[in-house]
């Protein structure tokens, strides 16, 4: 694969702006300048930098972001900052053949939610997590307003009506892990569903944190705001 083709698929810019990288003498591959725009590399697991910055080839994005509060899940977002700005430009600009550029965000997280969000190029890797048929759980450390009783975590696990669905919503599964935190786990994702199920039982959500997406939990040393690729043992355990 030509360099300024692999330049191209990481999100470095259009080709004639990966080329002239390339001859600007700003792309190195294995630590050596590489000038020649046309040269021509195996892609799979290559390192390369470009100003300096080390990159390695992915086929496809699938990334992990966390989180932090004060944050909006969209690109035009309406009062607070894009989650989108925390990551680097060519994974923001990596070329996709929908309208849209760039990795996306599997599902939303409000913006005074923190914790756990995936983010891929990969449209049927979106699908698969976010579609209800596969039933990924999801793990959501909540602070509510109130002391939680065991008849509120009753509640939950029976399930409750919410204002737009006639049917029970229920809880996979739910553990008070201190007086006013629940651990609530989640198998599908309507809008606000937790706020909506925990003001359903007669309590308020003040603190929404998610700690876990199937098998794979936030790594602790994964600060808000950092992010970090995703790897072939990390996407198995996201597999429903």
Not at 162 to 188: I, Q
Request: hydrophobic share 40%; glycine share 8%.
């Amino acid at each position: 694969m030509q360099l300024q083709d692999i330049l191209f698929s990481q999100g470095f810019g259009t080709r004639r702006v990966c080329a002239g990288l390339i001859q600007q003498g700003r792309v190195s591959v294995d630590r050596q300048p590489v000038t020649d725009a046309a040269a021509e590399f195996e892609a799979a697991g290559l390192r390369f930098a470009v100003g300096g910055v080390e990159w390695e080839y992915h086929e496809k994005a699938y990334l992990l972001l966390h989180k932090p509060a004060g944050t909006e899940c969209s690109r035009k977002p309406s009062a607070y900052p894009s989650i989108y700005t925390l990551l680097p430009p060519p994974l923001r600009q990596r070329p996709q053949k929908a309208a849209t550029q760039g990795v996306q965000a599997v599902g939303r997280l409000d913006q005074d939610t923190t914790g756990m969000l995936l983010l891929t190029d990969d449209g049927q890797f979106i699908h698969r997590m976010s579609s209800p048929r596969h039933h990924v759980p999801k793990v959501y450390e909540v602070t509510a307003k109130h002391a939680v009783d065991e008849r509120q975590i009753g509640r939950l696990l029976e399930g409750v009506v919410l204002d737009d669905d006639p049917r029970l919503v229920r809880a996979a599964a739910c553990e008070l892990a201190g007086e006013r935190l629940l651990r609530l786990t989640l198998t599908e994702g309507k809008y606000h569903q937790v706020k909506r199920m925990i003001a359903a039982v007669g309590n308020r959500v003040e603190g929404l944190h998610r700690s876990r997406i199937g098998g794979l939990a936030l790594p602790a040393d994964l600060a808000p705001g950092q992010w970090r690729w995703l790897s072939p043992a990390d996407l198995a355990l996201l597999e429903p």
